[in-house]
Each structure stands twice: as structure tokens, then as C-alpha cells.
């Protein structure tokens, strides 16, 4: 047969569009990136305000209390314990960009309601306890979300970078509104404080909706109930993680305790009072700020080891305070937990991200976030009785022993001592 007589074969079909790679340039000139940690830095500024200007919103209405204002916070506190599980299934579920949106849409909205009702005065008790619930309840959907986005928009190798820019700059902007709200709330009320923070909430919203992430996780859709339980057999498979965050439920429990109620009291009885313990606090801001910029270098070998490590210097102004140390010695070692602290922040992160697989990571962080944050509130309330029948220094001491004495013990375990990713 003549080559002319050959009849040409059939074109082969086109190659498969592999999926967009995650970009490996450094973070902060990946757009994405870029995007989400200004959505970060924006979102956390305004609760900075609203710590503040909650506060003094509830007590500047007719006829407040104390009472009242716990219970408005306890109504913000205890759905982030509460829903944060429901948030990991949720965020495992749906395209993570979306609910992260929803959440700070639904913030916004909370924390709008709460600065006509403060701005009108007119604010019943039942209402003001909703819009709280419902600002917690978007941070519980949130959170989850967010720490499994990080890896869909960064390379793998480029994790602990991006991890330690994200803190940094919500570090620095948690500063500035812990700075500015007091002045903003004398200056124009803590209504128009809060109308500021559901502004910000609306802008990190806009931020994010314009993230395009370059690889998805794939989306589950079986019964509730399911997910959780895969979700958790996740995270019970990893002993270095269960560990850790049985660790940090008694770590935070004891700094809730230590930050929230005997650190102000211990200072009160000192010559300093406030101003003593405003030296402390900022410190210790600042020091998350270094922090973030140390572990962006870090590589460790062992990072869950070197994470571990880095929470024995939280005992360390908690001691000093219990002794009636002198303000600046007390301020140095709250600046050293300050960096210590974020640098277990920023190694935990990285590790979680590359250690459990994508499609599961909003649900195993969600029972990290629950794990951790689940005795808080009886830290809270086991503090007040402590300082009555102990005193506040000798609360104190207390609560470092238990730091220490929890982060010891996680020390004992082989996963924690030579987890490698």
C-alpha cells in the first residue's frame, strides 16, 4: 500500500488541565495571601475594639450590673465552644471562602445590632444576649475555616512563612485596637465603637470573597453525625495531637484565670495597681508580635517538641506575679511568653496543615479549638473563689504549677518527642 493510500489516524485527544498549582512564591506576593491576611488583620482589629466597647456598652445602659455583663459575655463565650464542631463539619462540607464570608457577614450583622440597640438606648437584656450568642456563634463557624484555607492557597514548603505572617499581622493589629479603643470609646461612645467593628467585619467579608484558592479540598456530604465521627477518629489516630490539646485545656484554663481574673486583682493590691498591670498586658502583646517574626525562621527538626517547649515560659510572669516581683522583670518574662506563645502558635498550625489530610482539617481543627477552649470558662470560675480563700498571689502560683505541670507530662509521650513533618 502506497503511504498516500494511508488513511491519517484520528487526532489523539488533548492532555487533562492539571489543576492549578498552590503558589510557591513567598506569601506576602501571592495575591490570595495577601487578601486573607489583610481580611485577618482587619477583622481582628475591630474585635479589639469590641472587647472594650462591649463592655462599656452594657454598663452605660439604664439599670445595668455586673450580673448583666457576665452573662452578655458568657452568651458570646460559650457558643464558640459549643458550635465549633458544627463549624468543622460545615467548613469539611462547603467551599471553605464561602463560609468564611457567611461568618463575617453574620458578625457584622451581630455586631451592628448591638451598636443601634447601644446608640438608642434602648436595649433589652434578652436582646442584647441573642446578638451576643450570634457574634460567638459566627467566630465558632469561622475558625475552623480558616485554618484549612491557609494550605489551599500556599505551598506546602511555604507554610510556617505564611502561618507566621498571619499572626504577626493580627498580632500588630490586636495591639492597635486594644490601643484605640479605649480612646475611640471616650471619644465618640462605645456605640459608634462597636458600629466600627461591624464596618470591619463587612471589609474582612469583601477581603476574602475575592480569594480564588488554587486546589479545593474535596466536599463531604453523609450524615452529620458521620462526619464528626471521622473527623475524629483523625484526630484520635494522632496521638502527638490529642496530647497537645489535652495539654492546652488545662494551659488555657490556667491563663484564663491567670489574664482574666487574679493578674488584675494581684496588681490592684500592689503600688502600681493598673498601670502595673497595663505594663504586663502590653508586654506581652508585643512579645506575640517578635514571636511571629522568630518562628517565620524556625525549621525545626521536631517541631512538635520545640511547640511543647515553648509553653513553659507562660508560668513565668504568672510566678513573678505570685512572688510581688517588681513590674519590669514581671514585664520581660510576659514579653518572653508573649514570643514563646507564638511560636508554639505558628509550628502547631504548620504542623496541623501538613500533617492531617485536607479534606478533614476543618473538622480536626475544630476539636482542637473545642479541646482547648473547653475548660476556660471554669477557669473563669473557679478564679474568683481561689483568690477569696487563697488570695490572688497565691492563685497564681497555682496556675503556673498547673502550666507546668501539664506541659511535663505531655513531654512523656514518644509522638510528641519525635513528630517530624
Not at 66 to 77: E, H, K, N, R, T
Not at 123 to 129: D, V
Amino acid at each position: 500500500m502506497s503511504p498516500s493510500s494511508e488513511r491519517p489516524s484520528p487526532p489523539l485527544p488533548p492532555p487533562p488541565v492539571p489543576p492549578a498549582p498552590v503558589a510557591a512564591s513567598p506569601p506576602l506576593r501571592d495575591r490570595n495571601f495577601v487578601l486573607l491576611s489583610w481580611a485577618r488583620a482587619v477583622s481582628v482589629l475591630g474585635n479589639g475594639f469590641a472587647r472594650v466597647a462591649l463592655a462599656f456598652a452594657v454598663l452605660a445602659l439604664p439599670g445595668s450590673t455586673p450580673g448583666q455583663l457576665s452573662l452578655v459575655l458568657a452568651c458570646q463565650l460559650l457558643p464558640q465552644v459549643l458550635f465549633v464542631l458544627v463549624g468543622g463539619v460545615i467548613a469539611d462540607r462547603i467551599p471553605r471562602i464561602r463560609l468564611m464570608v457567611a461568618a463575617e457577614l453574620a458578625g457584622a450583622a451581630a455586631y451592628g445590632g448591638l451598636a443601634v440597640m447601644s446608640l438608642t438606648g434602648h436595649a433589652p437584656l434578652a436582646a442584647l444576649a441573642v446578638l451576643a450568642a450570634a457574634a460567638g456563634t459566627a467566630t465558632a463557624l469561622f475558625m475552623p475555616a480558616v485554618t484549612a484555607v491557609v494550605p489551599e492557597i500556599v505551598a506546602r514548603e511555604r507554610l510556617t512563612e505564611a502561618n507566621a505572617a498571619l499572626r504577626m499581622g493580627m498580632n500588630v493589629a490586636m495591639v492597635l485596637g486594644l490601643s484605640l479603643s479605649g480612646m475611640v470609646v471616650a471619644g465618640v461612645g462605645a456605640g459608634w465603637a462597636l458600629a466600627l467593628d461591624a464596618l470591619t467585619f463587612l471589609a474582612s467579608a469583601g477581603l476574602i470573597a475575592g480569594i480564588r484558592p488554587a486546589r479545593a479540598h474535596r466536599r463531604h456530604g453523609g450524615p452529620g453525625l458521620r462526619d464528626l465521627r471521622d473527623g475524629w477518629r483523625e484526630f484520635a489516630a494522632r496521638q502527638w495531637l490529642w496530647v497537645v490539646v489535652l495539654q492546652y485545656a488545662f494551659v488555657v484554663a490556667a491563663q484564663s484565670a491567670a489574664v482574666g481574673v487574679l493578674g488584675p486583682l494581684a496588681s490592684e493590691e500592689s503600688s502600681g495597681g493598673v498601670r502595673e498591670w497595663s505594663y504586663v498586658v502590653a508586654a506581652q502583646a508585643l512579645g506575640t508580635i517578635a514571636g511571629a517574626g522568630v518562628a517565620a525562621r524556625l525549621r525545626p527538626r521536631r517541631p512538635i517538641l520545640v511547640a511543647v517547649l515553648a509553653t513553659f515560659p507562660a508560668a513565668l510572669p504568672m510566678v513573678l506575679l505570685g512572688m510581688h516581683a517588681p513590674v519590669w522583670p514581671t514585664a520581660v518574662a510576659a514579653f518572653a511568653a508573649g514570643v514563646a506563645g507564638d511560636v508554639f502558635g505558628v509550628l502547631w498550625a504548620t504542623a496541623l496543615q501538613r500533617d492531617v489530610p485536607a479534606d478533614a482539617l476543618s473538622r480536626v481543627s475544630a476539636y482542637d479549638w473545642f479541646g482547648s477552649l473547653a475548660c476556660a470558662p471554669l477557669g473563669m470560675l473557679a478564679a474568683g473563689p481561689l483568690a477569696a480563700a487563697a488570695g490572688p498571689r497565691t492563685g497564681l502560683l497555682c496556675c503556673a504549677a498547673v502550666v507546668v505541670a501539664a506541659t511535663a507530662a505531655v513531654l512523656l509521650s514518644p509522638q510528641v518527642r519525635r513528630f517530624s513533618a
